[in-house]
């Protein structure tokens, strides 16, 4: 009886100890998952109105499809994204209304970001800056979070109004073109050659190394960009 009892007891030991083992294995691996995990980022910049929505809305259902999105973008002057669209493709918004996410919030801008990551665990964190903020400011804030990757740095410019734009708006207008790895021209079909040639003489003399994009809208795809 008492031999019975005692390898009964055994028996339920290394059951018990396989369980708690193989719970432990589980566990360090889920850590190990959670711990190399870091989200790639997309920038997407530009002035007042040069079209950064209506970009991110074509651009949703191509370049985005079957990832896990979480947009952060702020409001300041601009009419934002239209939140059901947004929803209806899958995307989080995480909007930052009370000013520039690139000037007066950039602690916030961190701890907003931080929590996107820890909340959400996206593929991917989507960055409609303010259209009158510092895409250096974005970018410097961004490298200062441990092991989060840039992936894309654009800045969307509306290629009629952009020599206006410079001229009387040169500081942060050349910031974004400076710091931006894509220039994406919209508006490029209202107006004539002699006009994007002016444009694009003014963009290469600011950032010579970047890819610009002179595209028409209405043919623009994931495999252009």
Same mark, same amino acid.
Request: charged fraction near 25%; glycine fraction near 6%; charge should be positive.
């Given at each position: 009886?008492?031999? /019975? +009892?005692?390898? &009964?007891? =055994? ?5 018990? %100890?396989?369980?708690?083992?193989? *719970? ?54 601009? !009419? ?19 000013? &520039?996410?690139?000037? @007066? ?7 907003? +970001? ?26 410097? =804030?961004?490298?200062? !979070? ?8 654009? *800045? ?7 020599? @206006? ?16 790895? &894509?220039? =994406?021209?919209? %508006? ?20 010579? /190394? ?14 252009? !960009?």
């Amino acid at each position: 009886m008492f031999k /019975h +009892l005692l390898k &009964c007891i =055994i028996h339920k030991y290394f059951l018990l %100890r396989d369980k708690l083992f193989f *719970t432990t294995i589980l566990l360090y691996n889920q850590q190990r998952k959670d711990f190399n995990y870091m989200p790639k980022i997309d920038i997407i910049s530009g002035f007042l109105g040069a079209g950064k929505t209506t970009l991110i809305k074509k651009l949703l259902p191509s370049v985005y499809q079957n990832k896990k999105i979480v947009l952060v973008e702020n409001e300041f002057g601009e !009419i934002g994204i239209d939140g059901s669209f947004l929803k209806e493709s899958g995307v989080i918004i995480n909007e930052i209304n009370s000013g &520039c996410i690139c000037c @007066t919030l950039k602690g916030d801008f961190k701890k907003a +970001l931080q929590q996107v990551i820890d909340t959400y665990q996206p593929d991917i964190i989507l960055i409609e800056p303010s259209g009158v903020g510092k895409l250096s400011d974005i970018l410097n =804030i961004i490298k200062s !979070i441990e092991k989060l990757t840039i992936q894309v740095q654009s *800045t969307v410019v509306d290629a009629n109004r952009a020599l @206006t734009y410079q001229r009387n708006f040169g500081e942060f207008f050349n910031d974004q073109i400076q710091n931006a790895n &894509c220039i =994406i021209l919209s %508006r490029t079909q209202d107006i004539n050659q002699e006009k994007l040639d002016a444009v694009l003489k003014m963009l290469k003399k600011i950032n010579k /190394h970047a890819h610009i994009i002179t595209t028409n809208w209405e043919n623009i795809s994931a495999e252009t !960009i």
